[in-house]
């Protein structure tokens, strides 16, 4: 699923947007004998029909882990091995029940996701201006909780144009999630020298030592 939802132009599954434009569509495996895998089949995208689908067998309305009786799950396999019945509607009954299929399968990945913190990480949403929820907490440790204090860590120089306009140049930039990486030192209410020193050696790569207490 991670990797699925790296697709472009797609979205998340398991939100307020229409099924058809998620990443992909979550089937239930048609099937009542034990399953070899919780993850079935995985059918490619096609023209007409832009997601992909991903047949599981851990959960649904029918299949070996279905909760409706059984003889839900005999009807659709009489009617999708029927032969004989060309009418295309003999396959209704099957989708309709995936539409809930799907629906209860995209909030059992979001409840799955959701203390995972790395999995908004990937996806790039600890870089955008409102970032996941993880990742607000730990600004809030260090102290940078509120969003206009952001992006603010620079080194800049003011330069003056030959026609006398005054502009700045930044040297070097500080990145936010920089930060985080020493949020247990930089959420003490105490700074040591230590601390620092960790900081600033860990960011340069360069020995550090911090000398207190030194006079002009």
Same mark, same amino acid.
């Given at each position: 699923?991670?990797?699925?939802?790296?697709?472009?132009?797609?979205?998340?599954?398991?939100?307020?947007?229409?099924? %058809?434009?998620?990443?992909?569509?979550?089937?239930?495996?048609?099937?009542?004998?034990?399953?070899?895998?919780?993850?079935?089949?995985?059918?490619?995208?096609?023209? %007409?029909?832009?997601?992909?689908?991903?047949? *599981?067998?851990?959960?649904?309305?029918?299949?070996?882990?279905?909760?409706?009786? !059984?003889?839900?799950?005999?009807?659709?396999?009489?009617?999708? !091995?029927?032969?004989?019945?060309? $009418?295309?509607?003999?396959?209704?009954?099957?989708?309709?029940?995936?539409?809930? $299929?799907?629906?209860?399968?995209?909030?059992?990945?979001?409840?799955?996701?959701?203390?995972?913190?790395?999995?908004?990480?990937?996806?790039? %949403?600890?870089?955008?201006?409102?970032?996941?929820?993880?990742?607000?907490?730990?600004?809030?440790?260090?102290?940078?909780?509120?969003?206009?204090?952001?992006?603010?860590?620079?080194?800049?120089?003011?330069?003056?144009?030959?026609?006398?306009?005054?502009?700045?140049?930044?040297?070097?930039?500080?990145?936010?999630?920089?930060?985080?990486?020493?949020?247990?030192?930089?959420?003490?209410?105490?700074?040591?020298?230590?601390?620092? *020193?960790?900081?600033?050696?860990?960011?340069?790569?360069?020995?550090?030592?911090?000398? *207190?207490?030194?006079?002009?």
């Amino acid at each position: 699923m991670r990797i699925l939802q790296q697709v472009g132009g797609r979205r998340r599954v398991g939100y307020a947007g229409p099924p %058809e434009a998620e990443a992909v569509r979550f089937l239930a495996h048609l099937s009542l004998s034990f399953p070899a895998s919780s993850i079935h089949e995985l059918i490619p995208a096609t023209p %007409e029909r832009p997601a992909p689908r991903l047949v *599981q067998a851990f959960m649904g309305l029918t299949g070996p882990s279905g909760v409706l009786p !059984r003889h839900y799950t005999d009807l659709l396999y009489r009617l999708e !091995r029927d032969r004989s019945e060309k $009418n295309p509607e003999r396959h209704a009954l099957r989708e309709w029940f995936d539409l809930f $299929n799907h629906r209860f399968v995209s909030l059992f990945y979001r409840a799955w996701e959701k203390y995972r913190f790395f999995v908004p990480y990937e996806r790039g %949403e600890s870089s955008l201006s409102d970032p996941d929820l993880f990742t607000s907490c730990l600004f809030s440790l260090v102290g940078f909780g509120t969003p206009f204090l952001r992006n603010r860590l620079r080194v800049s120089v003011r330069e003056t144009t030959e026609d006398g306009e005054s502009h700045e140049r930044v040297l070097a930039r500080i990145e936010n999630l920089t930060l985080l990486r020493y949020g247990g030192l930089l959420a003490h209410q105490v700074r040591s020298a230590a601390g620092l *020193q960790a900081i600033l050696q860990d960011y340069f790569q360069f020995p550090v030592r911090v000398c *207190q207490y030194q006079g002009q």
